[in-house]
């Protein structure tokens, strides 16, 4: 078994209409794996995670409120060298699409994953069937609602070009259904088009069903003191019509590596249009869907002691009027410990 810990405290602050907050947090990780046979594994990550705050907020929500929480946690299983089957909490970090559904989601389900060393490529064919979740009570919803459904299925492609570029895309379909009357009231509070006064028989007025795709790239030799960072992100909603249905983000940036440091630096632009994806499992520092803005962030990695600064800003206007939504700015800065065995 290997077991490893990292922990991360700081500050947080954001500010939005007549909504703002402010934070100490301190967050504790851990990962356990555990062989079980040459084939079955258990995976367990669990965090908790601590606040300090002031919050003034419209609706109620849990906004830096104190929590033990599964990042992932699943059954793996492995008959063959190309083939993974994972059951339990998914985590949807590995998809690598924050456009579309926030990467400290984890979802219950399955997700299957097919890979391939082609010598010059690393190919990797990966789908999930996943419940979205979500907390209804009587008093949300007008009767008992079908269980809501989050699928998507991907081709992601890795490799190195003669030692000077290292490299990621990927590509894929995905889809949304079933989700519950609360899902549909409160995304409409932060974004997306929705008909309902109040949670109970609230529904979006499009569905969700499309593509997405992604690369990334860094360039320069691998000992070389500085690296070229650049990434794109793409995702069009099929079901909704153009000007609802696009989002998409760019970003670009150094890294810069010298005597046991490695700074890094990424300046992103983005936008979601309204209905592009469900604004409530997106990721919250874009401020939902109807959004454009700018993103920083930046890490400071002491390698050699194993721990970094880190720190983001944000700062997302509205696409289209909307008296629920304007002008957020959010931000952090913390520190961060590498995952150590213990």
């Known amino acids: 078994m290997t077991a490893e810990w990292s922990i991360e405290t700081g500050w947080t602050s ?33 965090q908790g995670e601590f606040y300090s ?29 190309s083939l993974e089957l994972r059951g339990g909490l ?10 579309l559904v926030s990467q400290s989601r984890a979802f219950p389900g399955a997700a299957e994953f097919v890979r391939f060393d082609l010598g ?30 989050f699928r998507t299925e991907t081709l992601i492609l890795d490799g190195q070009v003669l030692n000077w570029m290292d490299w990621r895309a990927s590509g894929g379909l995905f889809e949304w259904k079933q989700l519950p009357n609360k899902v549909a009231f409160e995304s409409g509070l932060w974004g997306n088009s929705s008909v309902g006064e109040v949670a109970p028989g609230a529904e979006f007025r499009y569905g969700f069903r499309g593509w997405q795709g992604g690369l990334d790239a860094r360039f320069g030799p691998e000992e070389s003191w500085f690296h070229l960072l650049t990434e794109f992100r ?18 670009v940036g150094p890294q810069l590596n010298f005597r046991g440091r490695t700074v ?58 909307n008296p629920l939504q304007n002008t957020l700015t959010s931000y952090y800065l913390g520190v961060e410990t590498d995952y150590v065995s213990f």
């Open 53 to 81: 705050a002031r919050v003034q907020e419209r609706y109620d929500a849990d906004t830096y409120s104190n929590r033990l929480r599964v990042r992932e946690g699943y059954v793996s299983v492995a008959p063959l060298n």
């Open 264 to 321: 890094s630096a990424l300046y992103r632009r983005f936008f979601a249009e309204k209905d592009a994806t469900v604004s409530l499992y997106s990721s919250s520092n874009l401020g939902g869907t109807n959004r454009m803005g700018d993103q920083i962030e930046f890490k400071y990695a002491f390698t050699d002691y194993r721990f970094s600064i880190v720190g983001g800003w944000t700062n997302a206007v509205t696409i289209r009027n």
């Open 120 to 149: 010059f490529v690393n190919l990797t064919l990966a789908a999930q069937q996943l419940i979205p979740t979500s907390y209804s009570i009587d008093a949300e919803r007008e009767d008992k609602e079908a269980l809501p459904q």
């Open 14 to 46: 954001f500010d939005h209409l007549n909504e703002s907050g402010d934070a100490a947090y301190v967050l504790l990780s851990t990962r356990l794996n555990l062989p079980l046979t040459k084939w079955l594994r258990l995976h367990f990550h669990p």
């Open 234 to 251: 793409r995702l069009q909603n099929t079901a909704a019509p153009d000007g609802l249905n696009n989002a998409q983000s760019w970003g």
């Open 90 to 99: 998914i985590s949807q970090q590995e998809l690598k699409q924050p456009l």
